[in-house]
């Protein structure tokens, strides 16, 4: 089993920064990518960012120059760095990786979410 564990989500105000971790742990052959995706309420699901394995990344438009995506393979966690956020931000955030595990097949694995509120 593979299970995916995102924190530092919370409460800041417009300007302020918030850093997201996410750790992938179990049965982990090699992980292929990992990123973050958002969803406001009532909206659907989009990607913020992605980075793979050799540290390619990718940002969304509305993200750009404003977070920045790392990832610590020792680790199997990725970390997303957001600054100078807007309200606009505020979502519920999700992790998640690209895994093969015993199998030759790649999955996709999903974390809980966390919530980031960012007030005006």
């Known amino acids: 089993q593979v299970q995916l564990v995102e924190s530092g989500g919370g409460l800041v105000q417009a300007g302020g920064s918030l850093t997201l971790s996410c750790a992938a742990s179990g049965n982990i052959f090699r992980i292929n990518g990992m990123g973050w995706y958002r969803q406001a309420p009532g909206k659907q699901r989009d990607l913020v960012s992605s980075?793979?394995?050799?540290?390619?990344?990718n940002y969304a438009d509305s993200v750009k120059g404003r977070f920045t995506i790392s990832r610590d393979g020792a680790k199997n966690t990725v970390y997303l760095q957001m600054n100078s956020l807007k309200p606009e931000d505020t979502a519920v955030y999700y992790c998640?990786?690209?895994?093969?595990?015993?199998?030759?097949?790649?999955?996709?694995?999903w974390g809980q979410g966390t919530q980031v509120t960012v007030s005006s």
């Open positions: 998640y990786a690209r895994i093969v595990t015993s199998g030759p097949s790649e999955r996709t694995y």
């Open positions: 980075i793979t394995s050799g540290g390619s990344t």
